[in-house]
């Protein structure tokens, strides 16, 4: 007798892991910001070079040194965690949107891929611009302030999980918004507010106690603080802590993307 072998329905042809369709949206997220190199990189350069030109000029000359150190000093990591943020946000939000908006959001729904991997694909995309962008702002800052991270390795770890945690948020956000207006809405009312109000500028021990409290609730105030120990050595918190909260944070909104490309939510019909 002849072997046969049966064909289970539910297999899927690729394997676990669909490889290829995974590389191919990482690619093509990368290459959606690479391709727009002075928006995506050079943009954020120049933006953090004015932050910290007007504070200097601005606050520097009549403000001592904050947490030990200099201030355009304290607040350079908080500038830097902060363009961070937002790149990666805003490259994993406006790929959804603009791909809901044009009526081809099918073709990324269409290939066999999982929620899983959807949302490795799109973080692929948000990581990489806030990585490239994270290097020539250090860069940038190196060579125009001195300013040289102390801690490399607990940096790098800060800055990628800044930038997953954004891409993250960036793909419920581009999910749940259907038009240009409601993510300007998402951007104005919850990201901004959230970046600024999180330490960037300032300690927040030189908050009221009920305002510090609430500070404490913001997962974006670990991740700049966790990068300004990375630059400066110096932290208003535990950098442990601020790691493991980080890390909570972005599984919790991975979790969620990956829950809405699973199962189509605003995305189908």
Same mark, same amino acid.
């Given at each position: 007798?002849?072997?046969?072998?049966?064909?289970?329905?539910?297999?899927?042809?690729?394997?676990?892991?669909?490889?290829?369709?995974?590389?191919?949206? +990482?690619?093509?997220?990368?290459?959606?910001?690479?391709?727009?190199?002075?928006?995506?990189?050079?943009?954020? =350069?120049?933006?953090?070079? =004015?932050?910290?030109?007007?504070?200097?000029?601005?606050?520097?000359?009549?403000?001592?040194?904050?947490?030990?150190?200099?201030?355009? #000093?304290?607040? *350079?990591?908080?500038?830097?965690?902060?363009?961070?943020?937002?790149?990666?946000?805003?490259?994993?939000?406006?790929?959804?949107?603009?791909?809901?908006?044009?009526?081809?959001?099918?073709?990324?729904?269409?290939?066999?891929?999982?929620?899983?991997?959807?949302?490795?694909?799109?973080? +692929?995309?948000?990581?990489?611009?806030?990585?490239?962008?994270?290097?020539?702002?250090?860069?940038?800052?190196?060579?125009?302030?001195?300013?040289?991270?102390? #801690?490399?390795?607990?940096?790098?770890?800060?800055?990628?999980?800044?930038?997953?945690? =954004?891409?993250?948020?960036?793909?419920?956000?581009?999910?749940?918004?259907?038009?240009?207006?409601?993510?300007? +809405?998402?951007?104005?009312?919850?990201?901004?507010?959230?970046?600024?109000?999180?330490?960037?500028?300032?300690?927040?021990? +030189?908050?009221?106690?009920?305002?510090?409290?609430?500070? #404490?609730?913001?997962?974006?105030?670990?991740?700049?603080?966790? *990068?300004?120990?990375?630059?400066?050595?110096?932290?208003?918190?535990?950098?442990?802590?601020?790691?493991?909260?980080?890390?909570?944070?972005?599984?919790?909104?991975?979790?969620?993307?990956?829950?809405?490309?699973?199962?189509?939510?605003?995305?189908?019909?």
């Amino acid at each position: 007798m002849s072997d046969t072998t049966r064909y289970d329905p539910g297999a899927r042809r690729f394997g676990q892991v669909n490889w290829l369709g995974l590389y191919t949206l +990482a690619a093509r997220e990368v290459m959606r910001f690479a391709n727009v190199w002075t928006q995506t990189l050079l943009a954020p =350069l120049v933006t953090a070079g =004015l932050f910290i030109v007007i504070f200097t000029i601005a606050i520097g000359p009549q403000r001592g040194d904050v947490m030990g150190v200099p201030f355009t #000093h304290f607040i *350079a990591p908080g500038i830097l965690m902060m363009t961070v943020i937002q790149n990666a946000f805003a490259n994993c939000s406006s790929s959804i949107v603009i791909s809901k908006v044009q009526g081809n959001i099918v073709d990324t729904l269409m290939p066999p891929l999982s929620g899983a991997e959807m949302v490795l694909g799109y973080l +692929a995309g948000g990581v990489a611009r806030g990585l490239f962008v994270a290097v020539v702002i250090a860069l940038g800052f190196g060579l125009t302030l001195g300013l040289w991270p102390a #801690h490399p390795l607990i940096m790098l770890v800060f800055v990628v999980l800044g930038a997953a945690f =954004l891409s993250g948020l960036g793909m419920v956000a581009g999910v749940f918004a259907d038009k240009f207006d409601q993510m300007a +809405a998402i951007t104005n009312f919850i990201v901004t507010p959230l970046a600024f109000l999180s330490g960037t500028f300032y300690s927040v021990e +030189a908050l009221p106690a009920v305002l510090r409290e609430i500070t #404490h609730f913001n997962p974006i105030f670990y991740l700049i603080d966790g *990068a300004r120990y990375g630059m400066l050595g110096v932290s208003d918190s535990a950098p442990m802590l601020g790691f493991v909260i980080a890390v909570v944070a972005t599984l919790a909104i991975c979790i969620l993307a990956w829950w809405m490309f699973r199962t189509g939510y605003r995305l189908k019909g």
